[in-house]
């Protein structure tokens, strides 16, 4: 069974550019998270998906960024315009629906915004 | 506010030492406790996890301990080996609609051969 994925690995773009980043999760997996890890900080929780749905947004930072997940599978995630604190590693999670609290991590995208 | 708190932030561990993680928590809500271990380069992995009904969990090498009223839970590591060497995160989460993870700052462990 294939793993969550995310693309790209590493994006560094300029301040005030857009990116877009990717996360397929585990196949069957209702349930979507982003996640974001700022230098030396804890992960934190930025929202939440089932199916197509938002459950929970509320780690979202500002109106710059943007999550979907069009028809219930992949998702992506943009932030427009990128500022320097932006920088960090987000991860994508996926969890089975139901009663199970297991969560599985994708590998990561590193952005660099300079 | 850090409603997850890990110590320490790094750990050296000579080969076959045990390490110890300490996490403490502030919401009595959470009602799941999972330890992700997480190699460079790579995302977060499930190393094990707990439930607030027990008070220790044991898999391999690795354990749980939970002491529930002092709203605390540790991370074992029997005979630490090198290829342990990675970053630990504690976490919590509370029953309900979202499930969401609140993850601790990490701990750095190093295990010197």
């Known amino acids: 069974e294939a793993g969550v994925t995310q693309f790209p690995s590493h994006s560094v773009i300029e301040k005030g550019q857009t990116v877009t980043l990717r996360c397929d999760p585990i196949?069957?997996?209702?349930?979507l998270y982003w996640y974001r890890r700022v230098m030396g900080k804890e992960i934190k929780f930025l929202l939440h998906f089932v199916k197509e749905s938002k459950q929970d947004e509320s780690g979202m930072p500002n109106n710059r960024f943007l999550a979907e997940r069009t028809g219930g599978t992949y998702s992506t995630l943009k932030v427009q315009p990128a500022e320097l604190e932006d920088s960090g590693v987000y991860f994508c999670?996926?969890?089975?629906?139901?009663?199970?609290?297991?969560?599985?991590f994708g590998p990561g995208t590193r952005l660099t915004v300079t | 506010q850090q409603q997850v708190k890990q110590s320490p932030q790094s750990l050296i561990v000579q080969k076959g030492g045990i390490s110890i993680i300490n996490c403490a928590y502030e919401?009595?809500?959470?009602?799941?406790f999972p330890w992700y271990q997480q190699f460079p380069g790579k995302g977060p992995a499930l190393l094990i996890a707990i439930r607030p009904d027990v008070s220790e969990k044991k898999e391999g090498r690795f354990t749980i301990s939970f002491n529930k009223s002092a709203k605390q839970f540790s991370l074992h590591i029997m005979d630490s080996q090198p290829g342990d060497s990675a970053t630990y995160f504690c976490a919590a989460a509370r029953g309900g609609a979202t499930n969401k993870l609140i993850f601790g700052t990490g701990t750095l462990l190093a295990v010197q051969p």
């Open positions: 196949s069957g997996h209702d349930n």
């Open positions: 999670a996926s969890r089975l629906a139901g009663g199970s609290y297991e969560q599985y």
């Open positions: 919401n009595t809500a959470f009602d799941y």
